[in-house]
Every structure is written in C-alpha cells, then in structure tokens.
Antibody, heavy 122, light 109 residues
Framework: EVQLVESGGVLVQPGGSLRLSCAAS????????MNWVRQAPGKGLEWVSF????????HYADSVKGRFTISRDNAKNLLYLQMNSLRAEDTAIYYC???????????????WGQGTLVTVSS | EIVLTQSPGTLSLSLGEKATLSCRAS???????LAWYQQKPGQAPRLLMY???GRATGIPDRFSVSGSGTDFTLTISRLEPEDFAVYYC??????????FGQGTKLEIK
C-alpha cells in the first residue's frame, strides 16, 4: 500500500525557516517524481514544487521561488521542502503527492499524504 | 502562465441529478494535460480524471470529461451522496507552473 506521511509543520515566526519531510513507503520511491502542494485555510489548492525521480528536474511556483528548496533522498525514501524567509501567506496545509507513473515528467498526482500544517505568525 | 477559471463557484443539485462543472483556461491547452480532482472536507484531494478520458483507479463511470482548447467540462451523470465535494481542475504540462483552478463546490440542494 502506498503511503505518504508528512511531518515538520509547526508555528513559525515571519522570516523564519522550516523543513518539511515526507516519508514514502509501499512503492519504489526512486522511480517516481514527487511534488508539494499547499492549501491555505479555507482556500483552494496551490502547486508549490516538483522534483523528478532523479532530482535532475526541479520546478517551483513563482510565489516560493528563491525561498523554498525541494530535495529528496532516494536511499531513505524521503522528500523534503526547505522553507526560508517565511511569510504569513505561506500559512497552509502542505501535502506531498506522487506522480501517477514512474519516470514521469509532470505532476499528475494520484497519491497524496494527509498534509502537515504550517502556520506563519508572530 | 496558464490561469484556470472554474465555474460555477458553488453548484447546488439534488441526488440523481446531472452535474456539469466548467474549467476555462486563459490560453489553449491540450486536453492530454488537464486533470480533475475531488476533495472532501478534512481529506486530501483525490485524482478523478485526466487527459481526454482517463479515469483514475476506482472512479465510477458516472464521471466523464470533455472539452478542448480553452473549455473543459467534468460531468457527473447521476449524483450520489458521496459526490458532494469540492472539485478542482489542473493543468499539468511539462513546464511550470502546474496550475489548479480555484475549485467548484458541489453541494446538496
């Protein structure tokens, strides 16, 4: 069974930093591209970042470019999101999500974690 | 950047009725790279449909998609209680950003 479990969400002050993790199991992590998608309270979905299975291709939404860094450790089946210079508007549930197909180039997402809440407030 | 606009914002229908949800793109996109997700309160989104007619695992055939160019539609032929949720369209081409629409809430009338 495919499982994605996010962790690391906490209350952080504006300007602070945070690293989210997503532990993957039940599939061959090293062959699937992964994504982070966020959802502000009561709002819609916002795609945040994509990393290919090999880490060779990385994409970011303009709203986080230069502040967030996606990475992965295929040996440990872990996906990360390093978040710096956090702003109030980054407050959201952050989901990690897996692509439908192995070796995919684009985020068609058929498995999602339950999310971790990041709150940016003083 | 492709912007996806969904309409209506809220759709109120009764059990057994047909639901038609719209997703309009700011520029022409291939239906191959258009997907639909369902999200229920307190849950993560679930992939429903993708491409011209692809149905994710376990999705019943009362769900269908159509459209081309800038106008796309998700149709639910006969509403069941479990269909009441928020629906999002997404463009997932190989170039970012991989935009979601703002969502349509389907509620019981």
């Amino acid at each position: 069974e495919v499982q994605l479990v996010e962790s690391g969400g906490v209350l952080v002050q504006p300007g602070g930093s945070l690293r989210l993790s997503c532990a993957a199991s039940g599939f061959t992590f090293s062959t699937y591209s992964m994504n982070w998608v966020r959802q502000a309270p009561g709002k819609g979905l916002e795609w945040v970042s994509f990393i290919s299975y090999s880490s060779r291709t990385i994409h970011y939404a303009d709203s986080v470019k230069g502040r967030f860094t996606i990475s992965r450790d295929n040996a440990k089946n872990l996906l990360y999101l390093q978040m710096n210079s956090l702003r109030a508007e980054d407050t959201a549930i952050y989901y990690c999500a897996r692509d439908v197909s192995p070796y995919g180039d684009y985020p068609l997402l058929n498995y999602w974690g339950q999310g971790t809440l990041v709150t940016v407030s003083s | 950047e492709i912007v996806l606009t969904q309409s209506p914002g809220t759709l109120s229908l009764s059990l057994g009725e047909k639901a038609t949800l719209s997703c309009r793109a700011s520029q022409s996109v291939s239906s191959t790279f258009l997907a639909w997700y369902q999200q229920k309160p307190g849950q993560a989104p679930r992939l429903l449909m993708y491409g011209a007619s692809g149905r994710a695992t376990g999705i019943p055939d009362r769900f269908s998609v159509s459209g081309s160019g800038t106008d796309f539609t998700l149709t639910i032929s006969r509403l069941e209680p479990e269909d009441f949720a928020v629906y999002y369209c997404q463009h997932f081409g190989s170039s970012p950003p991989h935009t979601f629409g703002q969502g349509t809430k389907l509620e019981i009338k």
